[in-house]
């Protein structure tokens, strides 16, 4: 089944903070986060494993919570950059597929 | 540039046809992800090989098929065409089997059919 993400699209300002969440009705393995710009492939953000870790980098970090299964993407001081459409990739426990959420489309504006 | 080169970028054909896409994963990648991307359905997992082997299955038509080569290249097969099959089809590759692991996406083959 498919997870579904909130919002369904935001815009920001340079500077301002997001979080984009993608729960599941299915215990989780695992959540992989990418990032699709217009036009392009998916890009590869991170993977959180069950476990409730967090992780990041630079100034996109990620938080995985099992019980809930539920996952946040959190983007600090947002930069024009990080526009795009952003995907959370759910593995149920012992699937070995990803299913994938409609997305979030995320707006940066100067 | 992912490593991953799909061919070809655009192809358009008429209904009930069949058409190959082809993907050749990164270098010393085994496993080999299909993805159908359309507006209204996102991105849809059809199928993953690895080393040669069938390894995963999605919501994959039974028009669909695919299969992956000594060489490790892959081909998704998609015969009797419908209008609805036009979307844009991926292709993606990762080091290991295991679904826990980066994937890197190719450029992706945008299919139209009239």
């Known amino acids: 089944q498919q997870p579904v993400q909130s919002p369904q699209a935001v815009i920001l300002r340079e500077g301002e903070d997001a979080v984009i969440n993608c729960s599941s009705s299915?215990?989780?393995?695992?959540v992989h986060w990418y990032r699709q710009k217009h036009g392009e492939a998916p890009v590869f953000l991170m993977i959180l494993l069950k476990g409730g870790e967090q992780k990041g980098h630079d100034k996109i970090s990620a938080s995985f919570n099992e019980k809930k299964q539920q996952s946040s993407l959190y983007l600090t001081a947002s930069q024009l950059s990080y526009s795009g459409t952003y995907f959370c990739g759910t593995d149920t426990f012992g699937n070995e597929k990803l299913t994938f959420g409609t997305g979030t489309r995320l707006t940066i504006i100067p | 540039d992912s490593g991953v080169t799909q061919t070809p970028k655009h192809l358009i054909t008429a209904t009930g046809q069949r058409v190959t896409l082809r993907c050749s994963p990164r270098s010393g990648d085994l496993s080999v992800y299909w993805y159908q991307q359309s507006l209204d359905q996102g991105l849809q997992f059809l199928i993953q090989?690895?080393?040669?082997?069938?390894?995963a299955k999605g919501n994959i038509l039974e028009r669909f098929s695919a299969q992956q080569f000594p060489d490790l290249h892959s081909e998704l097969n998609l015969s009797s065409l419908e209008l609805g099959d036009s979307a844009l089809y991926f292709c993606a590759s990762s080091a290991q089997g295991g679904v826990n692991t980066e994937a890197f996406f190719g450029q992706g083959t945008r299919l139209t059919v009239v």
């Open positions: 299915k215990a989780l393995y695992s």
């Open positions: 090989y690895y080393n040669g082997e069938e390894r």
